[in-house]
Structure formats: C-alpha cells, structure tokens
C-alpha cells in the first residue's frame, strides 16, 4: 500500500486505487475519504495523527493499521 506522510503536517495520505479521483468525503474533522466516480474509495487521508486516529467507517481497514503501525501510529479502536 502506498502512502505519502509528512510528519511536519502530522498527516499521512494512503493510496487505496489508482483510479482518477472524482470526489471527497469528509469524515471527521481529522479523516477524509476520496473516491472515484464509480464510488470506488481510492484514498485516505489522516490529520493529526501524531496522537493516534480510528479506523471506523474506513475500507480496507486491515490493511491501512498495518501501514499505521509500521510508522507506530497509534490506532484506536
């Protein structure tokens, strides 16, 4: 899985697709989903997460903790 981090913006953005992006969906204040015009998410996008986020209402959930904790980001429940 692919992601760029920049730890100066306390942000990280993981590449879920290589589809073309269409349109986006904030969460929360903290988590932004990107999507393709078919509705295929292709991106996440994580604010803040020096002190941690949640996965939920995420897709691919297994795949972005295990991106997280290889950078030890804290993931809660």
Do not use: N, W
Request: glycine residues 6%; charged residues 30%; contains cysteine.
């Amino acid at each position: 899985m692919e992601y760029e981090y920049d730890p100066e913006a306390d942000a990280i953005y993981i590449h879920l697709s290589d589809k073309v992006y269409a349109y986006g969906e904030d969460l929360d204040r903290k988590r932004r989903l990107d999507y393709a015009a078919d509705g295929t998410p292709i991106g996440v996008e994580l604010l803040c997460i020096r002190s941690g986020t949640t996965l939920h209402d995420l897709p691919y959930q297994d795949l972005i903790e295990k991106t997280l904790r290889q950078l030890s980001i804290k993931v809660f429940a």
